[in-house]
């Protein structure tokens, strides 16, 4: 049952002698009355772990939260209903109903079958649709490896070539290999720091011929009063302050700078010609580009080329340009569900409690179009948790499971290196679930074009794909395409319950198990448990 209210906010005002000013905005309410056994999902990528909505929740506003993640206004239920708003809405979560309101349309409560998997599928044609393209193939059949958490602000040469050449020495499997923030001497420049990096064009030859294809992280700002500044500042290429002709200054998580404007069609021009030289200049094969958060852009306080933009709009822009590069990688993102772009779920911290968040969250990013993401980085992204911790006094078990929720995934991505923190034994763990994925990668590419045609997601939740068998508030396994159920461990105990759908399912050890129950396994610390239905 769905309750639909329009609220007059702002009334219009009459001025004197005849003159009038009317001033109205109309706020629209939707409540949406849970049915019994109806369980919700949707709104923000990084909220997978309260899904499906069963806690109350207090407000969440997709014009100006992302949590560090893809926002995407959908939401839908396991009775094949579902709610779509063409621009951000707020949220607020109840025991019995949620409640959404937009200040921009009337939203509206739609049927589509009975099931999960028949609202998503309504939803994805209807409002974005599977284009046929996928980012570039090496993405899901090998692993990634990303140079932030050992170096952290310290990118360079010499020690990019050290963490490429470990890789290789340690028996890992080559792949993509990303460079990330602070290898340019500023904001908004696209030089290498010349103090960093003696011969960058050297290096990214030296990583091809280690098999790695290489990535350069990248972001919209502009480091203020410099000489890009000035002449994107001179182009009207930067986005204003509100009602200033001066270009605005951003706070951001690396202090405050200017930001290119990219609803305007000549700076996301000049943006990818930029690219493309770094490309033909130095060998790069793709790029990482970070920011784009709604949060930055504020309609109230900036003002853009296109005047009718919001904060979305400017991260769906920066989400555009990586349509032209098919080695990209986001984290922030704004309705664009089924495009040819890796999404990598937010920086997650370096705890268990992180690491039981990464099925849901994969979840949640599956049923709202962002197929092609991957689980963050291995043991977590969130640098801070990494500065004061000793070689050995990491806890080598969360790493090595952390290595194994990744292993059966759309992709995995290493960055703390493994044969830095690890014993011997646990370090060629962590190596079998790297093999575990390049092992797994032609299924994986297999439902990744599968996607690419129908928009299903790769990584499922039990219920989409095993609806009205009591699976709706599993949060902890999950099926890879069609074919295999993946149940990793994510607690520091070597053991975990699994429930089977109905049928024979054959598990990782070969035996053959008869489903429609729960089986309680010891798991040691070498084994992902993993079945393929029979």
């Excluded at 109309?26 to 369980?39: A, H, M, R, S």
């Excluded at 490429?164 to 001497?185: E, K, T």
Aim: glycine share 6%; charged share 25%.
């Amino acid at each position: 049952m769905s309750i639909i209210k329009n609220v007059l906010v702002c009334a219009g005002l009459v001025g004197l002698f005849g003159n009038s000013l009317t001033q109205a905005q109309e706020k629209n309410t939707l409540t949406i009355t849970k049915e019994k056994n109806e369980y919700w999902w949707g709104g923000a990528v990084a909220l997978g772990s309260y899904m499906p909505y069963v806690q109350d929740m207090k407000e969440f506003n997709l014009e100006f939260q992302n949590n560090n993640n893809q926002v995407v206004p959908l939401f839908i239920s396991n009775k094949g209903r579902f709610v779509w708003g063409d621009k951000p809405f707020a949220f607020k979560v109840d025991k019995d109903k949620i409640d959404l309101s937009s200040k921009y349309e009337n939203l509206k409560v739609q049927q589509a079958g009975t099931t999960l998997r028949s609202a998503y599928l309504k939803a994805s044609q209807e409002y974005f649709p599977a284009t046929g393209k996928l980012p570039e193939e090496l993405f899901f059949s090998m692993p990634q490896y990303n140079t932030w958490i050992e170096l952290m602000y310290n990118q360079n040469q010499h020690d990019i070539l050290k963490y490429a050449q470990a890789i290789v020495d340690n028996g890992f499997p080559s792949g993509v290999l990303m460079i990330d923030d602070n290898w340019q001497r500023y904001y908004g420049n696209f030089d290498f720091r010349a103090e960093k990096f003696e011969d960058p064009k050297e290096m990214v030859k030296k990583l091809h011929d280690l098999g790695f294809k290489v990535m350069l992280w990248v972001c919209p700002f502009v480091s203020a009063d410099s000489p890009e500044y000035r002449d994107l500042d001179a182009k009207g290429y930067l986005i204003k302050e509100k009602n200033s002709k001066s270009p605005a200054i951003i706070s951001w998580w690396n202090g405050k700078s200017a930001c290119y404007d990219l609803t305007n069609p000549k700076a996301k021009a000049h943006y990818i010609a930029q690219l493309k030289h770094m490309q033909e200049e130095y060998g790069i094969d793709g790029f990482k580009f970070d920011a784009g958060d709604n949060q930055f852009y504020n309609p109230a306080r900036i003002s853009s080329f296109d005047q009718s933009a919001i904060s979305v709009d400017h991260t769906k822009a920066w989400a555009e340009i990586g349509l032209e590069f098919p080695f990209n990688e986001y984290r922030a993102g704004w309705k664009m569900g089924n495009q040819p772009l890796v999404q990598r779920l937010g920086d997650k911290a370096y705890s268990w409690k992180a690491v039981q968040m990464l099925v849901p969250d994969m979840i949640a990013a599956g049923l709202m179009g962002y197929g092609y993401t991957c689980p963050d980085m291995i043991g977590g992204g969130s640098f801070a948790a990494f500065l004061n911790i000793k070689d050995d006094e990491f806890d080598q078990k969360l790493i090595v499971r952390s290595a194994q929720v990744h292993a059966l995934m759309p992709m995995m991505q290493f960055s703390v290196a493994p044969w830095r923190i690890l014993s011997k034994e646990n370090l060629e763990i962590a190596k079998k679930a790297a093999k575990l994925h390049q092992a797994f990668g032609s299924y994986i590419l297999e439902q990744a074009h599968k996607t690419a045609k129908s928009g299903e997601p790769i990584v499922r939740h039990m219920d989409y794909s095993f609806p009205n068998e009591g699976f709706e508030t599993c949060q902890d396994q999950f099926m890879l395409g069609e074919k295999f159920l993946v149940a990793p461990v994510i607690t520091n105990e070597d053991k975990r319950s699994v429930k089977l759908p109905k049928g024979r399912w054959k598990d990782d050890l070969g035996k053959i198990h008869k489903g429609g129950k729960t089986i309680e396994m010891d798991v040691p610390l070498a084994r992902l448990p993993y079945f393929e239905k029979i």
